[in-house]
């Protein structure tokens, strides 16, 4: 009776095991399909791989089940540092220390992309290609992104254990979510952002969501480019140009990169007759490349008095 009872406890014990894993397990996919998103729209914004933002929302939220990501929204654990938002106390490297506090995942992962893009010393992860995962992993870990000395590794452990490298590529983002109008609104950045610091200088708008300047007399793509850290060949190509092209005052620049479709309630666009179409793309904040794709052009295609162009695909 005593055996039988010992090995009813052992598969008893197998049976509780199991079902505990596989409920961490789903929370940990759910977790990763939740903000996959989010994630995939940060790097169409800033550049970043959606596997490491994702990889690192993992690691350093525990799946969003740290104290940080539960009583913060903080599922990145960043610092206060120059932070002038909401603060939380929490023990890490030292005790009570200042970390940010957010009002939901979304400006999370938002400050996490701005954190990265615009600090110095995160600068040469932007050289790296965007596919190159690994390349990404070691680059956090030599900017001093972490302490701990195999968080490299973590990184590209998540990845390949989730597959998280399949949100890297093209063909798995998902559409964008429809702008609210087509005309310039007001842009809004997250408190202590960089783009806040910037917004309070100088008019900082959106259209279709991404957001722009207008040139100022004086002002050049290289002198725009250093006021927003961004490359000036990388706010060249935001802008749907190459070379170095002259900037003349009162011109529209894109500070981030456009998106690949207009808001659904702008479907179509009548050409003029004498625009083109990389002015069509910047008027509706739509990529040039997306333009020619949607509507089968060739890059040497001029609109015609009266044509029609689509500006979201079918």
């Given at each position: 009776m005593h055996a039988k009872y010992k090995i009813f406890m052992v598969f008893a014990l197998m049976g509780f095991l199991s079902n505990a894993i596989y409920s961490q397990n789903k929370h940990q996919e759910e977790y990763i399909i939740r903000y996959s998103t989010i994630a995939i729209g940060q790097m169409e914004q800033y550049g970043i791989p959606a596997s490491i933002i994702l990889a690192q929302a993992c690691l350093e939220s525990s799946f969003g089940k740290s104290r940080l990501a539960v009583k913060a929204n903080n599922h990145f654990g960043i610092k206060c540092h120059d932070w002038k938002g909401e603060t939380i106390r929490h023990d890490d490297d030292k005790k009570n220390e200042c970390f940010r506090k957010y009002q939901n995942a979304t400006e999370s992962f938002k400050d996490h992309s701005e954190f990265l893009r615009y600090r110095t010393r995160y600068r040469a992860l932007f050289e790296l290609d965007i596919k190159d995962y690994k390349a990404w992993a070691h680059g956090l870990k030599t900017a001093g992104y972490a302490t701990n000395p195999q968080y490299a590794q973590l990184l590209i452990n998540l990845i390949e254990k989730y597959s998280l490298y399949k949100y890297d590529t093209p063909g798995t983002i998902l559409p964008d979510s429809p702008g609210k109008v087509l005309s310039a609104q007001a842009f809004n950045p997250q408190t202590g952002s960089h783009f806040y610091e910037i917004s309070l200088k100088r008019a900082v708008s959106t259209k279709n969501g991404v957001a722009f300047v207008i040139a100022m007399d004086g002002e050049s793509y290289s002198s725009i480019a250093k006021e927003f850290s961004l490359f000036k060949r990388e706010l060249i190509g935001f802008n749907d140009l190459k070379?170095?092209?002259?900037?003349?005052?009162?011109?529209?620049?894109?500070?981030?990169?456009?998106?690949?479709?207009?808001?659904?309630?702008?479907?179509?666009?009548?050409?003029?007759?004498?625009?083109?179409?990389?002015?069509?793309?910047?008027?509706?904040?739509?990529?040039?490349?997306?333009?020619?794709?949607?509507?089968?052009?060739?890059?040497?295609?001029?609109?015609?008095?009266?044509?029609?162009?689509?500006?979201?695909?079918?």
């Open positions: 070379g170095s092209p002259t900037l003349k005052p009162g011109t529209l620049v894109y500070v981030q990169k456009k998106k690949r479709r207009a808001p659904l309630e702008t479907p179509k666009h009548i050409a003029s007759g004498n625009e083109s179409l990389q002015e069509i793309s910047q008027n509706y904040g739509i990529r040039l490349k997306s333009l020619l794709k949607i509507n089968n052009f060739d890059k040497d295609h001029i609109p015609k008095e009266g044509s029609t162009i689509n500006l979201i695909g079918k």
